[in-house]
Structure formats: structure tokens, C-alpha cells
């Protein structure tokens, strides 16, 4: 069992930055691949990024590339997104998710947070 904390979400201005955080209890966290997803209101939730057990692989969806970057360190059992020149249609509840399987674009992870709140004002 894997539990997940996520935190950094807010408010922000359009072209601002945010950087999450997302903390995994136990000890094997390496072991599992890590995801960043979100939703918006009324629409599905869909992937944004994703990285290996390593962190020597990683996945960003086109619609963030070069604006977000994902990373990880296993030694403080956390994943990060860095977001930057956040615009108004990336306000949504994010979450991160873990998976024993790296598997980039898909949404059905094994473990999932309770998400946090990015708002980008325009």
C-alpha cells in the first residue's frame, strides 16, 4: 500500500510559476513509477506527466512540454511538477499517482492522492 500527500497548489497569475510536491509513505517508493495528472471542471481527467522508478525516464504530454518538468528524489520519497508560464487552461485539481509499472498516458495507476488546487488567473 502506497499513501500520497499532495501540496504547492494555489492561486497564480497567467505566466507564473508553481512547483508541486507530492509525498509517498513507505520505504520502496523507487520501486514504483510515478504520475502527474488533472482534472478540470467538467472534464475527464487526463495524464500530464510521468517518470520512471529511476527518474531516468521520463513522459510530458505536448500540451505542457517545456513548460512543466517532473522529477523525483527517492532518498525524501517525493515527486515534483515544476510548472512555469502557467496559463488560465491549466487550472485544475492535480494529482499525482503511483504505479509499479511505468506506463505514460495511461490513467488507471494503482495508488492515487487526494490532489491539490492550481488556479491561473488571467
Known amino acids: 500500500q502506497v499513501q500520497l500527500v499532495e501540496s504547492g497548489g494555489g492561486l497564480v497569475q497567467a505566466g507564473g510559476s508553481l512547483r508541486l510536491s507530492c509525498v509517498a509513505s513507505g520505504r520502496t517508493f523507487s520501486r514504483y513509477a510515478m504520475g502527474w495528472f488533472r482534472q478540470a471542471p467538467g472534464k475527464e481527467r487526463e495524464f500530464v506527466a510521468a517518470i520512471s522508478g529511476s527518474g531516468g525516464v521520463k513522459y510530458t504530454v505536448d500540451s505542457v512540454k517545456g513548460r512543466f518538468t517532473i522529477s523525483r528524489d527517492n532518498a525524501k520519497n517525493t515527486v515534483y511538477l515544476q510548472m512555469n508560464s502557467l496559463k488560465s487552461e491549466d487550472t485544475a485539481v492535480y494529482y499525482c499517482?503511483?504505479?509499479?509499472?511505468?506506463?505514460?498516458?495511461?490513467?488507471?495507476?494503482?495508488?492515487w492522492g487526494q490532489g491539490t488546487q492550481v488556479t491561473v488567473s488571467s
Open positions: 499517482a503511483a504505479d509499479e509499472r511505468y506506463r505514460p498516458l495511461k490513467t488507471d495507476y494503482q495508488y
